[in-house]
């Protein structure tokens, strides 16, 4: 029962969300299985206690019936039964969140109770609320589609003569089909990269071909990104691209959704990272940190109000690349509250430690690191591999030598995918030959220096190379 899709599901929800689910199992509106209203009480005492134990099968059936001899069916019955309940309250508060969603359904009501007046004001009522709710998803065009559909059938059942917008009706789908086509296909160019797997883009030519004889397309805002995305992932003079895409962003950002919003800037970003790993170029980097910047502005990257303890890390290297220390210390301490709080602290201090040693403040950089147990897998992988290089910097060559056997042996211990592994074996095998190297032998360095610039990470290559002087 402990590892059941119910208390699983119920564990997920805050206490807001526990509170207004005991309201609603309480409503009589719905027939319950007896038992249900009892079972919910008890597992929400036990996560508030944090005592799952009580939990076990056997012990929950005599809190709900305790004359009973215990009967693992009728349990299994009753937990399904509140699973349903749980999972209706889960779609009716999504539902809630809709108002779009609501005037659908509520049209579609009106239009099967032959109620004209009720159901006309619900169509003028959703074209209101659009109207004045900034959004541009892609869905947005779909929804438009859904209460055209239903206007249309509203006025065939009632055999009325009055004026069809039939053409409003197949350009909102139709621009729904485009822009949703170009996110599809943005998605899957971007996992074809990764996964190193071939699909088939469906019509997407036609569509490609369609926007370029009747551009004016690119104005609806959906359309505008997404094929913007789409050309800058596929390299087809991609910088003119990218440049619109950055500019449609700015422009246009506020009215995505957030899941949305969030993967128009990831791909924005990617093709930074790769146009700057490519060619070693800062303008890359400015626009990087330009992006993160306005990203931050229009909370795309915030989950749940929460910033991923890895896009803070990810901005804060930006512009410490940039060596903005001014407005990076003043971002560390800014969105330290909207960082999880199981990965605050730790975060926070290594965020702190690289802006130190990015400002050669290496006391300051080593105390931050030491205050840290950093229980992250990765982030103690980051931090160990900012006190290597602060070593090296130092040439504190008997404090580096032990750190490299400790990080050694912490990478050959821990769960680490192949090609981190193996990116961080290589920085601790060259920076033994570095302490190794004897300074006076210029063929042993041009030797390293060789092999240094074979290393394929280029932060890691330019930062060994700067140490050799080369």
């Given at each position: 029962m402990k590892k059941s899709q119910l208390i699983e599901v119920l564990k997920s929800l805050s206490e807001r969300e526990m509170k207004a689910l005991s309201k609603y199992l309480a409503s009589p509106y719905f027939d319950k299985r007896r038992g249900v209203m009892q079972l919910y009480e008890h597992i929400a005492a036990a996560l508030r206690a944090n005592d799952?134990?009580?939990?076990?099968?056997?012990?929950?059936?005599?809190?709900?019936?305790?004359?009973?001899a215990y009967k693992d069916v009728e349990l299994r019955l009753i937990m399904s039964g509140l699973l349903r309940q749980v999972e209706g309250f889960l779609a009716m508060e999504r539902y809630q969140q809709d108002d779009m969603a609501q005037n659908i359904y509520l049209a579609q009501s009106y239009r099967h109770r032959?109620?004209?007046?009720?159901?006309?004001?619900?169509?003028?009522?959703?074209?209101?609320?659009?109207?004045?709710?900034?959004?541009?998803?892609?869905?947005?065009?779909?929804r438009q589609s859904l209460l055209h559909a239903e206007e249309y059938q509203f006025l065939l059942e009632e055999n009325r003569q009055g004026e069809r917008d039939l053409q409003a009706w197949h350009d909102a789908i139709n621009h729904f089909f485009i822009a949703e086509t170009l996110r599809q296909a943005c998605i899957m160019l971007t996992h074809e990269r990764v996964a190193e797997k071939d699909y088939n883009f469906l019509l997407l030519s036609d569509i490609l071909k369609h926007i370029e004889a009747q551009p004016d397309l690119l104005e609806i805002p959906s359309i505008n990104l997404y094929y913007h995305s789409y050309c800058t992932l596929k390299g087809t003079q991609n910088e003119e691209h990218f440049r619109q895409l950055k500019a449609g962003i700015i422009r246009y950002g506020?009215?995505?959704?957030?899941?949305?919003?969030?993967?128009?800037?990831?791909?924005?970003?990617?093709?930074?990272?790769?146009?700057?790993?490519?060619?070693?170029?800062?303008?890359?980097?400015?626009?990087?940190?330009?992006?993160?910047?306005?990203?931050?502005?229009?909370?795309?990257?915030?989950?749940?109000?929460?910033?991923?303890?890895?896009?803070?890390?990810?901005?804060?290297?930006?512009?410490?690349?940039?060596?903005e220390f001014e407005w990076v210390e003043g971002f560390i301490y800014e969105y330290e509250s909207k960082l999880e709080?199981?990965?605050?602290?730790?975060?926070?201090?290594?965020?702190?430690?690289c802006l130190y040693y990015g400002k050669k403040q290496h006391d300051k950089a080593i105390s931050q690191l030491h205050q840290v147990k950093f229980d992250d897998v990765f982030l103690n992988l980051n931090a160990r591999n900012l006190l290597l290089k602060i070593y090296l910097e130092l040439e504190e060559y008997e404090a580096l030598d032990a750190h490299l056997n400790s990080f050694e042996?912490?990478?050959r211990r821990k769960k680490i995918n192949n090609l981190h592994r193996a990116n961080y074996l290589n920085i601790i095998k060259l920076?033994?030959?570095?302490?190794?190297?004897?300074?006076?032998?210029?063929?042993?360095?041009?030797?390293?220096?060789?092999?240094?610039?074979?290393?394929?990470?280029p932060s890691t290559r330019a930062f060994l190379l700067d140490i050799l002087g080369a």
């Open positions: 799952v134990a009580v939990l076990d099968k056997k012990h929950t059936y005599k809190k709900l019936f305790p004359n009973q032959k109620l004209a007046k009720p159901f006309q004001q619900t169509l003028k009522n959703a074209r209101r609320a659009q109207q004045k709710k900034l959004s541009y998803n892609t869905t947005i065009q779909f506020t009215g995505f959704s957030q899941v949305e919003l969030k993967e128009i800037y990831t791909l924005s970003i990617n093709h930074c990272i790769r146009q700057n790993n490519k060619k070693e170029d800062l303008d890359f980097l400015h626009e990087l940190l330009d992006l993160y910047k306005v990203g931050l502005t229009q909370d795309a990257f915030l989950e749940n109000g929460f910033l991923s303890r890895w896009t803070y890390k990810n901005i804060v290297t930006a512009g410490l690349m940039l060596k709080r199981r990965y605050r602290k730790d975060s926070f201090s290594y965020n702190l430690a042996t912490f990478i920076s033994r030959k570095i302490i190794q190297l004897n300074p006076h032998d210029k063929a042993a360095k041009t030797v390293l220096i060789k092999e240094i610039e074979g290393e394929k990470n």
